[in-house]
């Protein structure tokens, strides 16, 4: 299977590594359309580093008071070497693994372009060796007793806590969020570990009342086998731990493929799993040439299960890609998620929730309010008030004390917000705050809010992955319902109002697989993770999150009769 979002293996050079970040925002992303211009994105991504900073700074912005950093990202490396933790290998069988040919590719600092290290650039060889390490490891691993599962997840899990500032830095260094971001990002990582360390002690097979008096009817629940987990860069650690966390718990073995803009928080994480007594081989990462990587997790026999976070797009491939050997596929996709704000929501509380919901991680996340869709009775009110929030957003560095807004991952992705902004306010809606890069430079872009939008709008459409928020106006109850359901995506969906009624009513009647009332942020490792339509397959998270890594067998005890 060739899918158009591989990406190909990568060049050692900045101008390389750029093209390559470009290719994955469009294709590998957390749920990225596809974007406009093709010529003019790859025109730009090929610019060198310093050409392209001088253009990044050619839209002017207010200048923002010097803020201290944090740490500098020089001495943040220096401390994660020394911690261990900033692994430069690949991890096969429990050993640290080169690529077999010697390629690698680097890993940049988004909000610098710096280079933190290089990962080697593996392909089908080093995948097809991880896959037969996990095979060959399944046996011993699904041996175990729950409790003895139990008992390492846990310690990974306290190790991932005790380690949290060091993880956190090394997300921020990777990924470009915010310090304070990224710490709540690990202890929301760890905390699938922890849940289903304790959840594995509880998968419970069946005794079904016999239809024959000589024949006893059982169901047992038993590991798929092994599974090819590939997950995205807009949350390293967390997308790992929530499909790991509950195929290890359940016996199953895993080899990771991690974003190749952000595999070093993958490889941390792997080498606290080793430190915690998981067997060497049941959790494997491998990164680089993202085809035949694929190619190979989805040809493989011994690959029951692929378990994907990521795009609409290449969530399809892989369910195609998958139908040769009939695994079985998780698929978390693409939304478009629609924040709806009733005339009678208290304004604090929709203003203060909306703006969570929809700049969280700049923007970047599947989960973030896509439309804002307000009432007209409160719609000026509420956009003057939304706006003054968002203008106090402080961009920056995410090691910069007080960066409440990092940079977006590359070029490619700064080039989609600027297409959609400019097809929206050539159709009519205005910029009341922002729709312009910002003078730091390299890809940060000022927070955006846009009015008079309407439904017909790419914005509309479109995930927008970035820090732009479209407010659209409606009439009714009716009409928000029918508006926020008017797309192909499923996964979130927000309300505000003060009416218990109609948040039972709204609740009901959107098509979405989460749905948060008067709460901007709703994610939780005890609630399932999932969306409808063409938002994914199959639930994460909860102790429904289970049953995806689990096979039902009915057994038929018969001829029992007594003699």
């Given at each position: 299977?060739?899918?158009?979002?591989?990406?190909?293996?990568?060049k050692l050079?900045?101008?390389?590594?750029?093209?390559?970040?470009?290719?994955?925002?469009?294709?590998?992303?957390?749920?990225?359309?596809?974007?406009?211009?093709?010529?003019t994105?790859?025109?730009?991504?090929?610019?060198p580093?310093?050409?392209?900073r001088?253009?990044?700074?050619?839209?002017?912005?207010?200048c923002?008071?010097?803020?201290?950093?944090s740490?500098?990202?020089h001495?943040?490396?220096?401390?994660?070497?020394?911690?261990?933790?900033?692994?430069?290998?690949?991890?096969?069988g429990?050993?640290?693994?080169?690529?077999?040919?010697?390629?690698?590719?680097?890993?940049?600092?988004?909000?610098?372009?710096?280079?933190?290290?290089?990962v080697?650039?593996?392909g089908?060889r080093?995948?097809?060796?991880?896959i037969?390490?996990a095979?060959?490891?399944?046996?011993?691993?699904s041996?175990?007793?729950?409790?003895?599962?139990?008992?390492?997840?846990?310690?990974?899990?306290?190790?991932?806590?005790?380690?949290?500032?060091?993880?956190?830095?090394?997300?921020t260094?990777?990924?470009g969020?915010?310090?304070?971001?990224?710490?709540?990002?690990?202890?929301?990582?760890?905390?699938?570990?922890?849940?289903?360390?304790?959840?594995?002690?509880?998968?419970?097979?069946?005794?079904?009342p016999?239809?024959?008096?000589?024949?006893?009817?059982?169901?047992?629940?038993?590991?798929?086998?092994?599974?090819?987990?590939i997950?995205p860069?807009?949350?390293?650690?967390?997308?790992?731990?929530?499909?790991?966390?509950?195929?290890?718990?359940?016996?199953?073995?895993?080899?990771?493929?991690?974003?190749?803009?952000?595999?070093?928080?993958?490889?941390?994480?792997?080498e606290?799993?080793l430190?915690?007594?998981?067997?060497?081989?049941?959790?494997?990462?491998?990164m680089?040439?993202?085809?035949?990587?694929g190619?190979?997790?989805?040809?493989?026999?011994?690959?029951?299960?692929?378990?994907?976070?990521?795009?609409?797009?290449?969530?399809?491939?892989?369910?195609?890609?998958?139908?040769?050997?009939v695994?079985?596929?998780?698929?978390?996709?693409?939304?478009?998620?629609?924040?709806?704000?009733?005339?009678?929501?208290?304004?604090d509380?929709?203003?203060?929730?909306?703006?969570?919901?929809k700049?969280?991680?700049?923007?970047?996340?599947?989960?973030c309010?896509?439309?804002?869709?307000?009432?007209?009775?409160?719609?000026?009110?509420?956009a003057?008030?939304?706006?003054?929030?968002?203008?106090n957003?402080?961009?920056g560095?995410?090691?910069?004390?007080?960066?409440?807004?990092?940079?977006?991952?590359?070029e490619?992705?700064v080039?989609?917000?600027?297409?959609?902004?400019?097809?929206?306010?050539?159709?009519?809606?205005?910029?009341?705050?922002?729709?312009?890069?910002?003078?730091?430079?390299?890809t940060f872009?000022?927070?955006?809010?846009?009015?008079?939008?309407d439904?017909?709008?790419?914005?509309?459409?479109?995930e927008?992955?970035?820090?732009?928020?479209?407010l659209?106006?409606?009439k009714?109850?009716?009409?928000?319902?029918q508006?926020?359901n008017?797309t192909?995506?499923?996964?979130a969906?927000?309300?505000?109002?003060?009416?218990?009624?109609?948040?039972?009513?709204?609740?009901?009647?959107?098509?979405?697989?989460?749905?948060?009332?008067?709460?901007?942020?709703?994610?939780?490792?005890?609630?399932?993770?999932?969306?409808?339509?063409?938002s994914?397959?199959?639930?994460?998270?909860?102790?429904?999150?289970?049953?995806?890594?689990?096979?039902?067998?009915?057994?038929?005890?018969g001829?029992?009769?007594?003699?």
């Open positions: 299977l060739t899918c158009a979002w591989w990406s190909g293996t990568r050079s900045r101008r390389g590594r750029a093209l390559s970040r470009s290719r994955e925002t469009e294709n590998s992303s957390s749920s990225f359309c596809v974007p406009g211009s093709r010529r994105e790859m025109a730009m991504c090929r610019m580093l310093l050409r392209l001088t253009f990044c700074k050619l839209s002017p912005s207010p923002l008071p010097h803020r201290k950093m740490m500098e990202p001495a943040a490396t220096t401390r994660l070497k020394e911690s261990g933790l900033l692994k430069s290998q690949g991890l096969i429990g050993k640290w693994t080169d690529a077999y040919d010697g390629k690698t590719i680097q890993v940049q600092n988004p909000a610098t372009g710096d280079v933190i290290t290089s080697p650039c593996m089908k080093e995948t097809a060796d991880a037969t390490s095979y060959n490891t399944f046996n011993s691993w041996k175990l007793t729950t409790a003895e599962r139990s008992k390492r997840l846990r310690k990974w899990y306290d190790l991932i806590i005790s380690h949290k500032d060091d993880l956190a830095l090394l997300i260094l990777e990924q969020k915010p310090l304070k971001e990224a710490l709540g990002e690990v202890v929301y990582g760890a905390s699938f570990i922890e849940f289903f360390a304790e959840e594995a002690k509880r998968v419970y097979g069946d005794i079904i016999p239809t024959l008096g000589d024949r006893r009817l059982f169901v047992l629940k038993q590991p798929v086998g092994v599974v090819g987990a997950t860069w807009n949350f390293p650690l967390a997308m790992i731990t929530r499909k790991v966390g509950p195929a290890l718990a359940c016996g199953c073995t895993v080899v990771v493929k991690p974003s190749e803009f952000t595999p070093l928080t993958a490889l941390a994480a792997a606290l799993s430190q915690a007594g998981i067997t060497p081989g049941a959790l494997n990462v491998v680089g040439n993202a085809p035949e990587i190619d190979i997790l989805l040809d493989s026999q011994q690959v029951r299960k692929i378990t994907f976070t990521g795009s609409t797009a290449v969530g399809k491939k892989l369910m195609a890609g998958s139908a040769n050997t695994k079985k596929v998780s698929l978390e996709l693409g939304g478009n998620a629609p924040c709806i704000v009733f005339d009678d929501a208290d304004l509380v929709a203003v203060k929730g909306s703006l969570t919901a700049f969280r991680n700049s923007g970047q996340t599947c989960v309010a896509n439309r804002i869709l307000v009432q007209e009775g409160i719609y000026e009110k509420f003057d008030a939304f706006a003054k929030a968002v203008q957003l402080q961009v560095n995410g090691l910069t004390e007080g960066t409440v807004q990092g940079p977006l991952i590359n490619a992705a080039q989609k917000v600027v297409r959609l902004i400019n097809d929206a306010t050539s159709k009519g809606a205005k910029v009341m705050l922002g729709g312009r890069r910002h003078s730091l430079g390299m872009y000022e927070p955006t809010v846009l009015t008079d939008i439904s017909e709008m790419l914005i509309a459409r479109e927008v992955f970035g820090p732009v928020a479209p659209l106006r409606f009714t109850e009716d009409e928000a319902i508006i926020a008017d192909n995506a499923g996964l969906a927000y309300i505000f109002t003060t009416s218990i009624p109609r948040s039972w009513r709204v609740s009901e009647g959107l098509e979405y697989g989460l749905v948060g009332v008067n709460e901007g942020i709703i994610s939780t490792e005890v609630a399932p993770f999932g969306g409808f339509k063409q994914g397959l199959g639930r994460e998270g909860s102790k429904y999150g289970l049953d995806e890594y689990l096979e039902l067998k009915y057994i038929c005890l001829n029992i009769k007594d003699e």
